[in-house]
């Protein structure tokens, strides 16, 4: 069973587009919301993360945006480019657990 | 970034053999460590929790006796894939966080093991 549910499965974005993925959840423990960003035969590295007291954060072109009532989080990738290729999987945790608990994952391919 | 190392990056083995598979926190301690199982384009799937100096904590369904895991110091685990099969071809990886409780966890670069 799967605690973080991740749509969509995968999406096709032109170059200087934006990606948009999104995550929820129910287990209302959860307090660390990380992005992970994976490429084909590498393990997964960390992309940005945010926790329940702010409703965004933004790195560069990566930009996570949370609802907190909703229980809802999102990945917006602005200005996307050819090397953001990949596989990108939400994650929760909850504090002293250490656990992470990932979302499916979903497949962006940038045309340049 | 902190570095976590997996060794090797891929494997070949033929069933009924077992096989090592090591992680080390390269520029950091870790009390814990997870370990991984990755299907062709499916999610990552926590097996087991690595304590330094502990039994290691199994997900439910995850086969104690063969997947061991040793986590001897605190830069290393090891998981051992005992009497390999065909259905244990799957990409394993690791990740670690450091000692203290910070919250970021450092993912290995994975094992592609395959079992004929």
């Known amino acids: 069973q799967q605690q973080v549910k991740q749509s969509p499965q995968s999406l096709i974005v032109q170059k200087g587009g934006i990606s948009i993925i999104n995550c929820a959840y129910e287990?209302?423990?959860?307090?660390?919301f990380p992005w992970y960003q994976q490429f084909p035969g590498k393990g997964p590295a960390l992309l940005i993360a945010?926790?329940?007291?702010?409703s965004e954060k933004k790195e560069g072109r990566f930009t996570i945006s949370f609802n907190k009532s909703a229980k809802q989080f999102s990945l917006h990738i602005m200005d996307s480019q050819p090397g953001d290729s990949a596989t990108y999987f939400c994650a929760a945790e909850s504090t002293g657990d250490y656990k992470l608990s990932f979302g499916a994952g979903t497949t962006v391919t940038v045309r340049a | 970034g902190a570095v976590v190392s997996q060794h090797p990056s891929w494997v070949i083995c033929k069933s009924g053999t077992s096989v090592k598979i090591e992680c080390r926190s390269l520029d950091f301690q870790a009390t814990t460590m997870f370990w991984y199982r990755q299907f062709p384009k499916q999610s990552l799937m926590l097996m087991a929790t690595s304590n330094e100096g502990s039994k290691a904590t199994y997900e439910q369904g995850v086969e104690k006796d063969k997947f061991l895991i040793n986590h001897a110091s605190l830069t290393l685990s090891t998981l051992t894939v005992t009497s390999a099969h065909p259905e244990d071809s799957s990409f394993y990886i690791c990740s670690a966080r450091r000692t203290g409780g910070f919250t970021e966890a450092f993912f290995g670069q994975g094992t592609r093991l395959t079992v004929v």
């Open positions: 287990n209302t423990a959860f307090d660390y």
């Open positions: 945010i926790r329940p007291d702010v």
